[in-house]
């Protein structure tokens, strides 16, 4: 299904600056993305560092996401992350107030219309239901939330009262219809991603659960049969 | 001549996120950089974007440096910029704390460390003499001096008094007798550079001044040229 | 009219850090916001620095509000502004979110709730349509709208076209009924608190307009007559 | 003993957003510090809130400390900390750079260079023995040193082995001969002020030990009695 320019259900597996997911091991690691692509139709998109992004949209076919983009146009911003240079690299979107990288609310709206008007896609991370709502006042064309009951507190979405979710959800949704939601904690199974879809986001955003699994090539494939 | 590991004089060309610097464009101003070197035997570094180190270190034979690096060790840092990344895309150092990068001193204490540890030249830049000394305690591998009267005012190093400059060497030189000084403002010919050198710098560090010239080859020569 | 726990029509008196505005000055620029309350009955508050809250709220009996608060609670966070150190020194509220002021979208939501709790009215303030209904989501008491067609363009509210303020309105009362809605930039003028009010906010944000008025005194009454 | 137009040794107190040392309680506090001054012939000195600092200069004679200015002159300047605002409510110097605020190193060269102009005294914190002797080039009155072994640990100075402090104190002195240096971390008792003195130090910056104590007053005139 494709929703918007996107297709879903999604999984989005956000690299981070795990050396198990650097340079030639990205590159790796997002073949196996593609794999689980092939055989599950699924989409699997990856989102490396940014000194990767060329590289691995080059030798591979997956789509490719920034981490993080700066609210700039052109010019003199040294140590800045242009949006045009990671599309020139081969990016289809981009990361946005990533819990570990939190924006002021004037560089979210920005950076939304940036990457609008460069074709990239945003998806933008949210803590709570409240943000999330706030969020999708901005017109992303995704929201990956992150109930803080799932964050960093090794609760699987699965084993989570399901309001945990939906009520994020339900709040989106009094906001916009079209936004693509991802469930960005809680992730570590396909028994997870199949318990995520059902409480009505797109897809899901995951780091560790797969970057740091000792078979990547399995977990990602176990979270990809999950959606079909 | 070779100061530790740099050879200098050497003249260091920041692309910042100019649009005439990025993707294929950062290839070509490396080539006219290399030709630099060819003809005149200088050193021509280039500092690209993040997503444009790996293209440029890999199509080019020219030093290449990142614009900035994050105080971090590998791990859960999404939308940073990892030392290790870098290198392994090919850079051989980093510019740190760009007047539109700036970071707290104890960052830069840590990028220094982290730097040194993975073999990372630092380019560490510093618009006072008194922030020059300061910097220079942290022991970088070089400085780059910006002083207040030239930076952003038009004024050439040339055509300065030679008190602006000399002023901050001997601040740092009081400090430290190895780090390389490079002067960060007030190039943009040949003659600045000659001055700079005269005035008791290992080099130059531009941006400008070559990415935004009409003829960019015409431009790096002649700050090359300048050096012999 | 009272809107919740707030009386409006309000004019809220932003003293940034004028010195015009500091320490003596700004008891007695709070003693005009007094008169102009007692001559007209329309609340007139004031926003000090915060070493001026005790002072202002002690030797007046206007209205106080901190300028910034942190997303903190009691404990080691040196030179940061507490909830509870700003009511203790009798503030009323705060301003959230000042364009001079940005916060991350996490740290919005966190001092709205830390202020709740104890009792704080909050006013944020959002520079564009979009962000406004997206502050409304996170439900502050009141929202400072500052269209950036009259930001800092010397264009008068009571001059500009009128969707430049109702689309604004629009979307946050598709959001939340309740929320008090001021008018953040364009007010230099009675004329111009009119006409905020005729375009559905119900008070206003001033700062250099009064502050920096050769006659303080008249210009707050100005403002102040124009909302009966 | 006065070096400079600091009275050492110093006793610095650091109330941070503790609530023991927040309005009144912030009173109480410092009128301890002005008794122990009286018995012991020692100056001790308290850093209070912004919003405490007029409460307690006017209501006690003891020597008071902003915990934070910001590197701003007067004006539009929303939610800062200006240095005419927090020296009219009676402050006679700032905390600077404090590990719980850490500034850039630009910032915080110009706010020494703003305190100066105004007559406050600066105590710039320093975590590294390499910061230490950077922060020394900038020329601040004091520097408080925090020993990375002696910070969050526990570790007492008086049972740490002398080079923890030393070394700092040796690489401070190689910048500077005038600058007072306290010792920043692992003061929780007078024989830690007995040791922190005996290894070069003309003073200490304490917080919890003293803030947090059961009995306040009797914490702080065991440090001032080690000093006589």
Redesign the interface.
């Known amino acids: 299904m494709t929703q918007g320019k996107i297709t879903v259900p999604l999984i989005l597996v956000?690299f981070?600056?795990?050396?198990e997911a650097?340079?030639a091991k990205a590159v790796q690691l997002a073949s196996f993305a593609r794999k689980a692509t092939e055989k599950y139709g699924v989409t699997v998109a990856v989102?490396p560092?940014?000194?990767?992004?060329?590289?691995v949209s080059q030798q591979t076919k997956v789509p490719v996401f920034a981490?993080?983009i700066d609210p700039?146009s052109?010019?003199?911003?040294?140590?800045?992350?242009?949006a045009?240079?990671?599309r020139?690299?081969g990016a289809s979107g981009t990361?946005v107030?990533?819990?570990?990288?939190?924006?002021?609310?004037?560089a979210?709206?920005e950076i939304i219309s940036r990457a609008k008007g460069l074709g990239l896609a945003t998806v933008v991370c949210?803590?709570?239901s409240?943000?999330s709502?706030?969020?999708?006042?901005?017109?992303p064309d995704m929201i990956a939330v992150e109930p803080p009951e799932l964050i960093g507190r090794g609760v699987a979405v699965s084993k989570a009262k399901p309001e945990v979710v939906t009520d994020t959800v339900g709040?989106i949704r009094n906001?916009s219809r079209e936004v693509v939601i991802l469930c960005g904690a809680g992730i570590t199974s396909g028994e997870d991603v199949k318990a995520a879809l059902e409480l009505g986001t797109q897809g899901v955003l995951v780091?560790?659960g797969v970057v740091k699994a000792k078979d990547q090539a399995a977990a990602i494939e176990d979270l990809a049969n999950a959606c079909r």
């Open positions: 956000n981070k600056c795990y050396l650097t340079g989102a560092q940014a000194a990767d992004l060329r590289l981490q993080h700039i052109a010019g003199s911003h040294t140590g800045h992350v242009l045009e240079s990671v020139d690299a990361l107030n990533h819990s570990e990288r939190r924006l002021e609310v004037s979210i709206e949210a803590n709570t409240g943000i709502s706030a969020i999708a006042s901005l017109g709040r906001i780091a560790s």
